[in-house]
């Protein structure tokens, strides 16, 4: 039969042309699915030439297609194929009104005046993964607009951008809001010539009582050349700090007094408080809600996915929408999202650095993102517990053994195994009856992983072998006990001296003390150890020895020592010096 009038052929080289075309972006290779097709089909292999031109047919077919469309065919023949990615980007909840937009563009928009923890991972991560899931845009836009009080610092733009790609969150735009003031200069513009804004010269209490009192001030009703001329005398140096602020008009009986004629912008006295991008250049600084809001526009945010405290923020900025002629962006408020135990407020941490309280911004008792990659909490847990925890408006509680359960599981599946043994106490084991060859799994269910071997031969009449074990373990003994070396052999203690005990071999075999329910311990033969140095997570320092297989570590490297816990290995030197994750 001419193989292009064979059907079954044709269809199931079609399968393999809209799985290839819906993995390569809507083109199918048809050079991908000779190869494929031949293992399927060995009967074909004398026919290339035919089955070459058969797939081409095919290919220019499925090609023809949209990508849409033949995910569509995919997706309804053979589902199973595309289990994996559906399971995933079901996790949160479709964005409100999301067909309304061409694309889908959200943001993230941190002040640069510290590096980033984990209270941000939330507004990251959602942000991030809706614009991936609709393979839409991601913008990262730093706001540091308040030299004075919120100064940013130029390390921090740099770590903030680390700390993005080390969560796995690729930037498709940046932008710096102390680059865009004459920007904001225009607008503000606008909406003071409009009348919609205005320049208040009153002194904050007075102005404060009579907005309570729902009272305009007398600045309010001037004319708007008159206010455009405060605002160029404000522009121009004629006012200094605290004298002249822009006000953007609202509804004066807005229930919300803190809504009503809300601040937009204010002088900086820059010569005393210089911005570290742009020095004294500018005196006139804007507001969070001018700022923000207008950029939020102009950068075609489509969704503002933000914490619930930021809901008055919306109301404010409704007004300016309104006399700009915008839309509004879809906004999601999501509820706090409390870590117990983790220390996450910015003014506490860069102040207890400054005291020497803590040794950097990676210190393991700081809930930093440079502090979690240190112990070795993965960016794969936190996103998992992130998209998990999802968009609700209620508040949510987590601990840090919450975060631990995500990391172990990740962790549990790759690590390699090693023996650790914290403040070393010497065990010789007597009447050792022959030279052992210790065959120790990196990883207990992938033996394809490798192993770590040591030989132990037994010395002198004694036929003794001596290993380090932990000073806890040994204080655990006592004479007459069986414990089990693990993957090694079962011994009896026989005596306890000082730093040092004795002990017979017993035999081999697990199964001779599994009954018993005999100890099972780590150790390492002496002579194979490497010195080794464990930071815990309250920053006090555990020293012992790890084995010396180890020293084929690298930084950066997550290991499980067995009967201790996870471990990210930060240093590999005469010494290893490690950062303790957790159970
Ligand atoms: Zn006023």
């Given at each position: 039969m001419a193989l292009e009038n064979d059907n079954d052929l044709r269809e199931q080289i079609r399968k393999a042309a809209l799985?290839?075309?819906?993995?390569?972006?809507?083109?199918?290779?048809?050079?991908?699915?000779?190869?494929?097709?031949?293992?399927?089909r060995q009967d074909l292999r004398?026919?290339?030439?035919?089955?070459?031109?058969?797939?081409?047919?095919?290919v220019n077919e499925v090609n023809s297609l949209s990508l849409g469309e033949q995910k569509a065919i995919v997706e309804e023949k053979w589902p199973e194929t595309q289990k994996k990615e559906k399971t995933e980007e079901k996790k949160l909840p479709p964005l409100p009104n999301a067909n309304k937009y061409a694309q889908i563009v959200a943001r993230f928009s941190p002040n640069p005046d510290c590096v980033l923890h984990l209270g941000s991972a939330r507004a990251i991560l959602l942000s991030h993964e809706y614009a991936r899931i609709y393979k839409g845009k991601f913008i990262l836009r730093f706001e540091d607009t308040d030299p004075k009080i919120k100064k940013p610092s130029l390390e921090f733009y740099e770590s903030i951008r680390d700390d993005l790609k080390w969560l796995g969150c690729k930037v498709d735009e940046e932008y710096i809001q102390s680059d865009r003031l004459p920007i904001y200069y225009e607008y503000t513009e606008r909406l003071i010539g409009d009348g919609n804004a205005y320049v208040c010269e009153c002194p904050t209490e007075e102005f404060r009582k009579k907005i309570i009192a729902k009272q305009a001030c007398p600045c309010r009703s001037l004319p708007a050349a008159e206010n455009l001329e405060r605002w160029h005398r404000m522009l121009n140096g004629g006012y200094?700090?605290?004298q002249a602020v822009v006000r953007v008009k609202t509804d004066l009986e807005n229930p919300n007094p803190a809504v009503r004629d809300w601040p937009a912008l204010r002088i900086i006295d820059t010569k005393k408080y210089p911005h570290p991008r742009v020095g004294s250049k500018y005196i006139v600084w804007p507001l969070y809600n001018l700022a923000a809001g207008l950029d939020d526009h102009l950068m075609g945010m489509t969704h503002i996915i933000r914490g619930k405290e930021h809901y008055t923020n919306m109301v404010r900025q409704k007004y300016m929408y309104q006399y700009l002629g915008w839309d509004y962006p879809e906004a999601i408020h999501y509820g706090r999202l409390k870590i117990t135990g983790a220390f996450l407020s910015k003014s506490k941490i860069v102040q207890g650095i400054k005291e020497g309280i803590y040794t950097g911004f990676d210190d393991p008792r700081l809930g930093t993102f440079l502090a979690l990659r240190k112990r070795g909490i993965t960016p794969e847990a936190i996103k998992k517990m992130i998209v998990d925890v999802g968009i609700k408006s209620n508040d949510v509680t987590l601990s840090w053994e919450n975060l631990f359960s995500y990391n172990r599981k990740i962790l549990d599946a790759t690590s390699h195994r090693y023996f650790f043994v914290p403040t070393p106490v010497e065990l010789k084991v007597l009447e050792v009856p022959k030279i052992y060859h210790a065959k120790l799994p990196m990883h207990p269910e992938k033996p394809e992983q490798g192993f770590r071997e040591y030989t132990m031969l037994p010395q002198g009449n004694e036929k003794a072998v001596t290993f380090w074990i932990s000073k806890k373990d040994a204080e655990a003994m006592e004479t007459d006990d069986i414990i089990r070396l693990m993957e090694l052999f079962n011994i009896k203690i026989e005596s306890k001296i000082d730093n040092s005990e004795t002990a017979t071999f017993v035999s081999e075999s697990y199964d001779d003390i599994r009954k018993i329910k005999a100890p099972l311990i780590q150790?390492?033969?002496?002579?194979?150890?490497?010195?080794?140095?464990?930071?815990?997570?309250?920053?006090?320092?555990?020293?012992?020895?790890?084995?010396?297989?180890?020293?084929?570590?690298?930084?950066?490297?997550?290991?499980?020592?067995?009967?201790?816990?996870?471990?990210?290995?930060?240093?590999?030197?005469?010494?290893?010096?490690?950062?303790y994750s957790h159970k």
């Open positions: 799985l290839n075309g819906v993995s390569h972006d809507g083109k199918a290779q048809a050079g991908a699915l000779v190869g494929k097709i031949l293992g399927e004398s026919r290339v030439k035919d089955l070459s031109t058969v797939i081409n047919s095919v200094t700090e605290g150790w390492i033969p002496k002579c194979e150890e490497v010195p080794c140095q464990i930071v815990m997570p309250d920053a006090t320092v555990i020293e012992g020895f790890a084995e010396s297989a180890c020293k084929k570590l690298k930084p950066d490297d997550i290991i499980q020592f067995e009967r201790f816990g996870f471990t990210r290995i930060d240093e590999v030197n005469q010494k290893i010096v490690g950062y």
